[in-house]
C-alpha cells in the first residue's frame, strides 16, 4: 500500500482484539489503520475457518462459467454472486446498462484486468486470482470531499479479483495439499528476504557498548522507507533474468497525475505542495497507470532531467514509448523513487542513505529466491532512536519475508472439449427460516 502513513503496526501474533483511544493523547494513522486490521483479519480468518480455502454461498455462488463467444473469438461468461478465498470476499454483482438490462460480465472485459490474454485451445484451466489494491484520490475522484474544496483525505483498499487460465492441468484441484503446490508456482514461498538496520560503521570488539555517533539514522525526520523488487528474478515466460530494486523514503506515496505524456515530455497536473513533495533533476519516476497496477507489472522506470513549474512539464531521461493524450480514463501519473538498483545483490548491504543500510539474505543452495515484481518491505527509521524498528538485535536484525503483496487463489472450473467441470465448493446453508 503505497500510501502517505506513518508505519504499519499491525502484527497477528501479538493478538490483540481493539486498539482504545485514549484522552489527551496524541493520534495517528497508525492507531486507526491498526484497528481496522485487526477487525478485517478477525473476519477474514472467520470466514476462512468456516467455509474453507474457498467457498460460495449455496443460493448466491458466484463466478460460474460457461463457454460463448464475443466478436468471433472464444470468450467465458462470468456469472455474478459471491465467493470467499481465504476469507477475503469476492463479489461480482449484476449491474444494468442504460436500458435496464443486466449487463454480462466476460473474461475478456473484466472490470479488473485490462489486457486478457486471449483464451487457449481446451483443455484449459479457469481459476480466481484475488489480491488488494491502495486507491486514492488520483485513482478514484469521488474519495475527495468537495465540502472542503476538493481535499484528499484517506485512502481505501479495493478487492482485486481477476479471472485467469492456465493451459496446465492440476492433477486433483479438489485436493487442498495438490492445489496448494501448484499455487506456490505463482506465489512462491521463498520470494526474498531482506534485513535492515541503522548504518553499523565499526564499532570496535572491545567497545561493545560504545556507538559510533555515525552509526544512526541520520535523517532529519522520521520517514517510512519502502523497498519494492522492480524486475523479478523470472520474466513473464518463466526464464530466469536479474532482479532489481527500487526505493523511497515516503513509501512510494508521491505521486504526479499526468495529463498528457509525448515522447520524452510529460505535462503532470502539479509538481507537489512544497519543494519536499515535488520533483527535481536526477530524481527517478516509473509511469504507472491503472492497467500496469492491475497487470501487476512494473512501469518504467527513467530519471527526471529538467522541470518547468511555470509549464508543468518535466522532461524525462528517455521516450517511455507512451502516449496520454488527456483524453486517457486509466490515472496515469509519475511515481517518484529515490533510488534504484539494477541489479539486486545478495549477502551484501547496501546503502539507501542516511545511515540506512539493507541486505538481501542469500539463497540456500539448490534453491534461489524468487524474486516477484510488486513485492515490498516496510522500514520505519525514527529520529528519537536515531534507528529503524526491525525485528531482532540491532546488531543481528532477522531476515523477513515480504510484508506485501499477498495473491489468494481458487480453483473454478476445467474447460475440456467435451464440456466443463465445476471445481466451486456451495456452502450448505444450516438454518431455517422461521
Known amino acids: 500500500m503505497k500510501g502517505d502513513f506513518t508505519r504499519n503496526t499491525f502484527d497477528p501474533t501479538k493478538q490483540f482484539t481493539r486498539v482504545l483511544m485514549q484522552q489527551g493523547r496524541v493520534q495517528l494513522d497508525a492507531d486507526w489503520n491498526e484497528q481496522a486490521a485487526i477487525l478485517l483479519h478477525y473476519l477474514q480468518a472467520l470466514a476462512a475457518d468456516l467455509i474453507g480455502p474457498h467457498g460460495g454461498p449455496a443460493g448466491n455462488v458466484g463466478f460460474a462459467i460457461a463457454t460463448i463467444t464475443t466478436d468471433n473469438k472464444p470468450d467465458l461468461e462470468i456469472g455474478p454472486g459471491h465467493y470467499y478465498v481465504d476469507g477475503v470476499l469476492c463479489q461480482n454483482e449484476t449491474k444494468n446498462d442504460s436500458d435496464g438490462n ?15 490474454p486471449a483464451l487457449p485451445d481446451p483443455p484449459f ?12 484520490a488520483v485513482e478514484d475522484d469521488h474519495i475527495r470531499e468537495v465540502a472542503l474544496g476538493g481535499a484528499d483525505t484517506a485512502g481505501r483498499v479495493q478487492v482485486v479479483w481477476q479471472v485467469k487460465v492456465t493451459g496446465e492441468i492440476p492433477v486433483d484441484p479438489e ?22 538496520r541503522a548504518q553499523d560503521i565499526g564499532a570496535k570488539p572491545d567497545e561493545a557498548c560504545i556507538t559510533p555517533p555515525d552509526a544512526r539514522y541520520r535523517g532529519a525526520e522520521n520517514q517510512l522507507y519502502r523497498v519494492e523488487i522492480h524486475d523479478g528474478s523470472f520474466d513473464e ?11 523511497s523514503r515516503d513509501n512510494g506515496s508521491v505521486v504526479f497525475p499526468i495529463r498528457y505524456l509525448s515522447g520524452s515530455v510529460v505535462t503532470v ?41 511555470l509549464a508543468m512539464t518535466v522532461t524525462l531521461s528517455a521516450d517511455p514509448g ?91 472450473v476445467l474447460v475440456e472439449a ?12 444450516i438454518w431455517e427460516p422461521a
Open 418 to 429: 467435451a464440456g466443463i467441470t465445476d471445481m466451486r465448493r456451495r456452502l450448505r446453508q
Open 237 to 247: 515466460n518463466g526464464d530466469p533474468q536479474e532482479a532489481s530494486c527500487k526505493w
Open 102 to 116: 443486466p449487463i454480462v460480465v466476460r473474461y475478456l472485459n473484466q472490470p479488473f484486468y485490462p489486457g486478457v
Open 322 to 412: 507512451i502516449t496520454y493524450d488527456g483524453e486517457t480514463r486509466t490515472h496515469p501519473l509519475l511515481r517518484r523513487w529515490d533510488g534504484y538498483l539494477a541489479e539486486l545483490k545478495e549477502g551484501s548491504w547496501l546503502l539507501l542513505e542516511d545511515g540506512i543500510e539493507i541486505q538481501f539474505q542469500a539463497a540456500e543452495a539448490n534453491r534461489p529466491h524468487l524474486y516477484r515484481s510488486g513485492d515490498y518491505w516496510f522500514i520505519p527509521a525514527r529520529t528519537a532512536t536515531g534507528d529503524v524498528e526491525w525485528p531482532g538485535p540491532i546488531d543481528q536484525p532477522e531476515s523477513v519475508p515480504p510484508h506485501g503483496v499477498t495473491h489468494h487463489y481458487a480453483p473454478l
Open 175 to 196: 485436493n487442498d495439499d495438490r492445489w496448494r503446490e501448484f499455487t506456490e508456482r505463482w506465489q512462491p514461498a521463498n520470494r526474498g528476504l531482506l534485513k535492515a
Open 269 to 309: 497536473e502539479g509538481l507537489g505542495r512544497d519543494g519536499r513533495s515535488s520533483l527535481q533533476p536526477g530524481d527517478w519516476v516509473e509511469i504507472v497507470d491503472d492497467s500496469v497496477v492491475l497487470r501487476g507489472e512494473p512501469g518504467p522506470l527513467l530519471t527526471v532531467q529538467a522541470v518547468d513549474p
Open 125 to 136: 484451466f479457469v481459476y480466481l486470482d484475488v489480491w488488494e489494491r491502495l486507491v486514492t
